[in-house]
């Protein structure tokens, strides 16, 4: 009975581990089988996933350089490097540069506007006046590195004014051209505070303007460049403490007056939807950045005898030429959005953008050129300084209703036209002191 006994456990136990020797087999072959099933199906989803990345890149590249019409101005800029090198004409460097650049600075607002969709339309408005600024602080340093600190001062008061009359005018125009049938109206509180930001930044232009040319100065010409050094670092703070207020601290002061009546419409939203993805955004206002300060260098070098060819006073150069190829992204995403009835995203690309250049522009090249022992001031000259008060106050008076239409736009239109033909008469000083 014993023996019988342990013949039996030993057959159980030889078909228990048969058994499990079995089950192992066959999930080994089950694992086998499924590797090798699985195996081709992530290599196409992998050639699948590299066949999207290849298509979005290719349509990313289509939407950016061949979709747009103004592109057909991008071979001037290889032109201009080349007749630099060859033949060494100013003037015609000067012009295919200024063409080059174009479509450039209106392809950056428009990766910075795709970039909008994604980050939302408060932060839309300062990344399209940032970048939208990048052609004008690229263009500055480089002048400022060659010690042209006329060549600065005046391109960024030009953006400036071409931000708040030109560009802010032709929104104006179209916009109420387009909606003739009602009153556009965009925020007043938005107005109001860039409003006297513009104002604080013409008091810090107008003191050292002012101490220099009646003579007060307890030292000449060492007191008003420790006065704009000074005057910088509290305009820059000035603009942060404005960046914080408007993003973090009272963000709903900003928000559209139209913004509810926008999010209920579909079709608006069908109409918006982003072209390209926001990496790809990223990475288009990265290389059309470096592209426009190659070209920016070339453009400097040129101005001077662009000048002299042209018989063309340096500060009409400087003043109306320049900021009108700089301001190119600002002016098309301006018209676009005040065609939309949009003016609050309008006002913050144009008045956002001459605020910007005021309060965190040109501060920050006076204190680049002070650590470059450039002495960079905030005179800006009489006539200058004078042009911007006036632009400034006219600019205000505009906007104090917190309503638009095709007349005031037609009347900052016509503002900039004796403006651009002031400067053309207007004989720059050879030097600060004069």
């Known amino acids: ?52 990345y290849q298509n979005s890149l290719l349509r990313s590249i289509y939407v950016v350089i061949i979709k747009a019409k103004i592109n057909v101005l991008l071979p001037f800029g290889p032109l ?30 428009y990766a910075t506007e795709q970039l909008a969709f994604y980050t939302g339309p408060t932060v839309g408005g300062l990344l399209n006046a940032t970048f939208g600024n990048a052609t004008e602080m690229i263009i500055s340093l480089y002048a400022l590195n060659n010690g042209m600190m006329r060549v600065v001062k005046q391109s960024l008061l030009g953006s400036i004014l071409s931000n708040m009359l030109l ?5 104006f125009l179209s916009g109420g051209i387009i909606h003739h049938q009602k009153v556009q109206v965009f925020s007043k509180a938005t107005a109001i505070v860039n409003s006297g930001l513009l104002l604080m930044a013409v008091m810090g232009l107008l003191f050292p303007a002012v101490l220099h040319f009646t003579h007060t100065e ?5 007191s008003q460049l420790a006065l704009s050094r000074f005057s910088s670092c509290i305009m820059l703070i000035a603009y942060a403490s404005y960046l914080f207020f408007q993003l973090k601290s009272q963000p709903n002061l900003y928000s559209s007056v139209g913004e509810d009546i926008e999010n209920n419409s579909e079709n608006s939203e069908e109409e918006e939807a982003p072209e390209i993805t926001q990496w790809e955004a990223i990475g288009w206002l990265a290389v059309l950045t470096i592209w426009i300060s190659v070209l920016s260098g070339y453009l400097v070098d040129a101005i001077e005898g662009a000048s002299d060819s042209l018989n063309m006073p340096m500060s009409f150069i400087s003043v109306i030429l320049l900021p009108i190829v700089g301001n190119a992204a600002e002016h098309a995403s301006a018209i676009m959005f005040a065609m939309k009835d949009k003016l609050d995203i309008t006002l913050g690309v144009a008045i956002g953008s001459s605020t910007q250049i005021s309060m965190f522009v040109i501060p920050f090249c006076v204190i680049v050129g002070w650590f470059m022992g450039k002495p960079m001031d905030l005179n800006f000259q009489l006539f200058e300084t004078a042009t911007l008060f006036i632009t400034v106050l006219v600019v205000a008076f505009m906007l104090q209703e917190g309503t638009s239409n095709y007349f005031k736009g037609l009347m900052l239109i016509l503002c900039y036209l004796i403006v651009a033909a002031s400067f053309f008469v207007h004989v720059d000083p050879s030097k600060d002191g004069d």
């Open 1 to 52: 009975m014993g023996s019988a006994g342990e013949k039996l456990e030993l057959e159980s136990d030889e078909e228990i581990s048969f058994s499990s020797s079995q089950a192992t087999n066959k999930m080994d072959g089950l694992h086998y089988e499924a590797s090798h099933i699985a195996s081709p199906r992530s290599y196409r989803s992998s050639r699948v996933l590299r066949k999207m």
């Open 218 to 222: 307890v030292h000449f010409g060492k």
């Open 80 to 109: 201009a490097i080349l007749l630099h090198y060859v033949t060494g004409k100013h003037a015609w460097v000067f012009f295919f540069s200024l063409l080059g650049i174009t479509p450039l600075a209106e392809r950056l607002g």
């Open 167 to 171: 560009v802010l005018g032709c929104a």
